[in-house]
């Protein structure tokens, strides 16, 4: 419909995975110059994702309200903000303020790139858009850890903040001269922003709230191995930043290559089907992390795969998981769609940043805190499923007006 939109589109959604992969590699060297622990480097990742998913409900309806154009250009400008705030903290609660930051400027990009799709093309051509954009964010963890590798290598961790500051004045620009308004004529802008009634019928479906703790424990999963990943791989083993990187890229490419193959295999299995395999996919990753620790090789390169080798198994599980939960936990919703879409994104993000940051809070090594997260969580979701009283919270649904 809007040719000249899918590029400005794919610019923008890329503002959040850029955000949470590029320092990845200098979490420790953080650690040590503001002389802190690991955990609380690690904290930096959780807060930034903890507003992202509090920003879904807060910044949603604003973007009814007042249109997509304002709420991007908010977004890009405190994107560019807290990003020079983090590059000049020399406090440690400055760089945890910016994050914060940086997740509500985030999320603001984020609903409008989502919001403008649906706006702008037919559920047909959406589907194909959302392919793109996805495409776009799996394909960041592959590259900027390496770009944040070097740069830090070159110029210190603070350059991959600068980084993000310039990209979002190019940003800046592209949304101030090129995006357009796309907010439908019939949007529903008038009566209070925030009412409990918009919230309960979604909150109340326990077939939502099922997928939603689905989708929420395989982000909390994924956020864990993100966040303990240097920590582990550079603090504990010894790898270089740029070997950590390669590893790291390594895995992300698994994760591209599960994004398209996860469509396919839904087709042959089914929405539910899909979901249990993934599941069992992330209780084998746990079980072979542990074992690994147990049996494997504890020092160098081999340790390195030995922990990144059972990440990959989480990677595919986490791609054949997040489509079908998703789908599910969204189809008995039809006009209120866009409130479910808040309400999963909030559950998902927010939930899996709390999840993540109690586990930081205890002694685990890395290998043991990711098996936790993966283990317990999927065993207790195929435990539900295999007992039929649960059977309304996770046999499929099919649309049903509310």
């Not at 909150?203 to 424990?217: E, G, I, V």
């Not at 020092?299 to 599980?317: D, N, S, T």
Request: net charge positive.
């Amino acid at each position: 419909m809007r040719r000249n939109l899918l590029p400005i589109l794919m610019s923008l959604v890329l503002l959040s995975p850029l955000a949470i992969d590029i320092y990845l590699p200098s979490m420790p060297t953080m650690a040590a110059e503001f002389a802190v622990s690991a955990s609380e480097v690690q904290s930096t990742l959780v807060l930034f994702l903890f507003a992202m998913g509090v920003g879904q409900i807060l910044i949603g309806p604003l973007a009814d309200r007042y249109g997509r154009r304002p709420v991007a250009l908010f977004g890009v400008l405190l994107y560019g903000a807290s990003s020079l705030l983090a590059a000049a903290a020399i406090e440690f609660h400055w760089l945890q303020l910016a994050r914060v930051l940086q997740g509500l400027a985030a999320c603001s990009t984020s609903i409008v790139v989502f919001s403008a799709v649906r706006d702008c093309y037919s559920p047909k051509e959406g589907a194909r858009i959302y392919s793109y954009l996805n495409g776009a964010i799996c394909v960041i963890p592959a590259l900027a850890p390496t770009l944040g590798g070097l740069l830090a290598m070159q110029f210190g961790w603070r350059s991959t903040f600068v980084f993000m500051t310039l990209y979002a004045i190019l940003m800046m620009l592209l949304v101030g001269y090129r995006l357009p308004e796309t907010r439908p004529a019939n949007t529903v802008s008038s009566g209070p922003l925030y009412r409990w009634s918009r919230y309960k019928p979604v909150l109340s479906n326990t077939h939502f709230l099922f997928y939603a703790f689905a989708c929420m424990s395989a982000m909390a999963a994924i956020l864990s191995y993100v966040s303990y990943s240097p920590v582990w791989l550079i603090g504990h083993l010894g790898v270089s930043e740029l070997a950590f990187s390669g590893l790291f890229g390594l895995n992300a490419l698994v994760n591209i290559v599960a994004c398209f193959a996860a469509p396919v295999v839904i087709r042959k299995l089914g929405n539910r089907p899909t979901a249990i395999l993934a599941l069992l996919l992330l209780v084998l990753s746990a079980v072979l992390i542990i074992a690994a620790q147990a049996f494997g090789p504890s020092v160098g390169i081999a340790a390195a795969f030995a922990f990144m080798l059972p990440m990959m198994l989480l990677c595919i599980g986490f791609a054949f998981l997040l489509g079908p939960a998703t789908s599910m936990a969204l189809s008995a919703f039809g006009e209120r769609a866009g409130t479910a879409t808040a309400m999963l994104g909030f559950i998902q993000m927010s939930g899996a940043s709390v999840i993540a940051g109690l586990v930081q809070q205890t002694s685990l090594t890395a290998p043991y805190a990711v098996a936790l997260v993966m283990g317990v969580f999927s065993v207790g979701l195929l435990s539900m499923m295999a007992l039929s009283r649960f059977d309304h919270w996770h046999q499929e649904q099919f649309a049903a007006e509310h």
